[in-house]
């Protein structure tokens, strides 16, 4: 897309302003009918969530996530301290 933005700058510009035109446009139709078929769950939607919680599955996939996350935490630290201390970056790779 690049070269061709490159090469109609002020096409693009109006491609891209007939496009938000259009998306502004059919908002209230798209979101009129979505707001029909939202209106039943939306009540329920906060205990459906909550119940979920409740799933031994649901949080065992939140544990994997929050260790993950504590774990690429404690890398990002580890290696921010080993480059203050000029020290060359561990070596991943299996041997």
Not at 26 to 50: D, E, I, K, Y
């Amino acid at each position: 897309v690049n070269p061709i933005v490159r090469r109609h700058p002020w096409a693009a510009l109006a491609a891209g302003a007939a496009v938000g035109a259009a998306l502004v446009s059919l908002t209230p139709w798209v979101f009129g009918a979505a707001r029909n078929r939202w209106a039943p769950w939306r009540a329920h939607l906060g205990g459906m969530l909550w119940s979920q919680l409740g799933h031994a599955s649901v949080q065992m996939a939140m544990a994997g996530a929050l260790a993950t996350w504590i774990s690429d935490l404690g890398q990002q630290a580890q290696r921010s301290q080993d480059r203050e201390a000029g020290a060359p970056p561990p070596d991943d790779l299996p041997t």
